[in-house]
């Protein structure tokens, strides 16, 4: 995709490739590229919504572990201070695996935040886990980026349907978004997103599928 200059209020061409992969071990594989004519801030993800009971109901009982001491503290607008705050005696801990219902309540709105994740940004590393019981079902999230976006489908109210006519209501569905930290161009203590001429944007995740037994947590 070509994004032209001050497309959306962005400077320069962005020339945008997004490579998608399925392999024989059921890992969906997502590879970003991106090079610019003008430096401009360039921050790409993916949002797709997830529900491994297959939407029979929603996704509070989903067992969550996130590998990140820190978060990006927000204010009230979701937009982040430039603080860090430790995960660590609040209901934004998921270093031990937690179903997403057991705390939800003390959080305003349900859980939409950004973790800083424990791996070397440029390796890519496990940065979360989902087991659902009943099915035996589990995601592994793997990311090269610094930072992974939870967020817990808040603002589902039913008037969306998909397969086989299933209504998504709230929280039947979460989002696992590796990415750079938002509002970076605004926090100089972030990690920057600004691309410049001559550099490439590269990102690669992976969505990995399994079957069985939970695996012990690392």
């Known amino acids: ?61 989903h067992e969550v572990t996130i590998f990140a001491d820190k978060y990006t ?30 705390r939800i309540a003390e959080v305003t709105g349900g859980y939409d935040l950004n973790y800083v994740l424990n791996s070397t940004e440029g390796d890519m590393s496990l940065a979360a886990r989902v087991y659902e019981p009943k099915s035996g079902r589990t995601m592994e999230v793997y990311t090269t980026e610094p930072g992974l976006q939870f967020y817990t489908g808040n603002f589902l109210d039913g008037t969306l349907t998909g397969k086989d006519e299933k209504v998504y209501k709230k929280h039947f569905g979460f989002c696992m978004e590796t990415q750079h930290f ?31 037994a939970y695996p012990a947590a690392i």
């Open 73 to 102: 503290a927000a204010d009230e607008e979701l937009i982040p201070t430039g603080e860090l705050e430790d995960v660590k005696g609040t209901p934004m801990d998921f270093l031990n695996p937690y179903t997403i219902g057991s």
């Open 182 to 212: 938002p509002d970076s161009p605004n926090q100089p203590s972030f990690p920057s997103t600004i691309l410049r001429p001559g550099e490439k944007y590269t990102h690669s995740m992976s969505y990995k599928f399994l079957q069985g």
């Open 1 to 61: 995709y070509l994004s032209k200059d001050m497309e959306e209020g962005y400077p320069g061409n962005l020339s945008v490739t997004v490579e998608y992969s399925l392999t024989e071990e059921n890992e969906l594989k997502i590879y970003y590229e991106a090079e610019t004519d003008k430096a401009t801030p360039v921050n790409l993800t993916h949002h797709s919504y997830f529900n491994l009971t297959a939407c029979s109901e929603d996704v509070l009982n």
